[in-house]
């Protein structure tokens, strides 16, 4: 087994014993595994599903080194690198073909919030849970009534001693019948003006009270729950930042949220369909595959076009992402430029389905039955999935509201 690379070496060194470090301890069948955020990877949790096997090894070995959170301090389970080092950490985990050893809300949104407003105690408490993958997050804003105006939601929070009774209805809460803590918006001052008298919790779903209903979606999965809260008792000190004092809160966790989903849904997908190789990206692939001609739809000059300006426009923004990144400062919170980034990378994406779904022609509709084999049902339902990529997180109309006032400095 090769040694662990040292933070403090130079980094030429430190690339060149981590890259030995890798290879020697990443398992070879998780090399090339697909991860994403519709739930594709490892995510924990304490019903975590390790798919292959060999994942749970490789995240254990990467939490040990801290490698699950490479920024975040030592002290908390993260790796402590800076952020040329855990670039270093990217590019040669992409080399080597490796997926994330763990993903999800907990290393995305909760823990960087968790890091910049947690007390010492919280802090402690949670973000080694996060970077072990020992607990799976949820987040809970949404109500049935409640999604653009966040702030009018009514799900409330009366204050009992060192607890609060929770009474309500969170919808949409992705993933919410795997997760084991929910970060949840309440209530807790109906007087006051309606951003003032919002609460940020964090709730253990295993609490009396706490029930969680799945919602079925056109796309055929449904990741999507209800999250009933009856009479559910909290400790107030799992508080987030000040009691009433929680839009702050939530706000700064939405700019982590569209961060994600600007990266998540700005690059194809990473990685490759078990036993899939071939030339060139995955629509080149596709065009190869279906079409009429040698080299399939590729010999048609339109959509030739179509591809190489998707795939322009992917190149220059995943470059503009990263300048972005690597001008942030370590513990940079995302300011009203993580809503440029979620409406252009969302916009892509379903453009990039689109497309997809074209070129396969009626192969691309397939819903199930045997005249479809499991990519071109795939190519379907991701297709459908890419739809919800202008909601979720706050719709393309938010976002353009957000950067009209807050970047663009336009009159309401
Ligand atoms: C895939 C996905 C995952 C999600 N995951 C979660 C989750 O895990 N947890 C969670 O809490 N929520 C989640 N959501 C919910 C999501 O945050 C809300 O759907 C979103 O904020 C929009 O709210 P709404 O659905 O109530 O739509 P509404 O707010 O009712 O909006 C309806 C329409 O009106 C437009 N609109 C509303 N207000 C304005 C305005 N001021 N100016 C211009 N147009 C406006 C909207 O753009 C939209 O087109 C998820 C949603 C999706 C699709």
Redesign the pocket.
């Known amino acids: 087994m090769s040694a662990a690379p040292s933070v403090s070496a130079d980094l030429d060194t430190f690339r060149r014993d981590l890259r030995a470090w890798l290879d020697a301890n990443a398992p070879a069948a998780v090399r090339g595994v697909l991860t994403s955020i519709e739930g594709q990877g490892n995510w924990g949790g304490r019903r975590p599903t390790f798919d292959p096997p060999e994942m749970k090894t490789w995240m254990e070995r990467m939490a040990k080194q801290g490698f699950t959170a490479p920024t975040w301090p030592t002290e908390y389970g993260g790796g402590g690198l800076s952020k040329e080092q855990a670039k270093v950490l990217a590019e040669e985990m992409a080399a080597l073909k490796l997926p994330p050893p763990l993903m999800g809300?907990g290393l995305e949104m909760i823990g960087p919030t968790l890091l910049n407003f947690g007390t010492e105690e919280q802090k402690r408490e949670h973000l080694t849970q996060i970077t072990s993958g020992a607990i799976r997050w949820?987040?809970?804003?949404?109500e049935p009534d409640?999604?653009?105006?966040?702030a009018s939601l009514q799900t409330r929070a009366a204050r009992d001693g060192d607890h609060f009774i929770v009474n309500g209805r969170?919808?949409?809460?992705?993933?919410?019948d795997q997760a084991d803590w929910i970060f949840a918006l309440v209530r807790t001052d109906p007087a006051a003006k309606k951003q003032e008298g919002i609460t940020f919790l964090l709730i253990d779903m295993e609490t009396p009270g706490v029930s969680v209903r799945p919602i079925r979606l056109i796309s055929g999965k449904s990741?999507?729950c209800e999250t009933i809260f009856d009479d559910v008792r909290v400790p107030v000190k799992n508080v987030l930042g000040q009691i009433n004092g929680g839009w702050t809160v939530a706000k700064a966790l939405l700019g982590y949220e569209r961060s994600m989903i600007a990266e998540a849904f700005g690059a194809s997908e990473r990685g490759k369909k078990k036993g899939g190789v071939g030339r060139g990206s995955r629509l080149v692939q596709l065009a190869r595959q279906y079409g009429f001609g040698e080299e399939g739809a590729l010999d048609d000059a339109v959509l030739r076009d179509e591809i190489a300006q998707l795939e322009m426009d992917e190149r220059a923004f995943h470059l503009t992402v990263q300048r972005s990144r690597d001008a942030a400062k370590a513990g940079h919170r995302p300011g009203p430029e993580s809503s440029l980034f979620k409406v252009y990378a969302t916009e892509l994406n379903k453009d990039r389905h689109e497309l997809s779904v074209r070129i396969a022609g009626a192969q691309g509709l397939g819903w199930e039955g045997p005249g479809y084999d499991e990519d071109e049902v795939a190519l379907t339902r991701q297709w459908l999935?890419s739809r919800?990529?202008s909601?979720?997180?706050?719709?393309?109309?938010?976002q353009?509201?957000i950067i009209a006032k807050r970047v663009l400095g336009l009159p309401d």
């Open positions: 809300f949820c987040q809970g804003y949404s409640s999604g653009s105006d966040l969170k919808v949409w809460t992705s993933y919410g990741p999507f999935r919800g990529n909601i979720e997180g706050g719709t393309s109309e938010v353009l509201n």
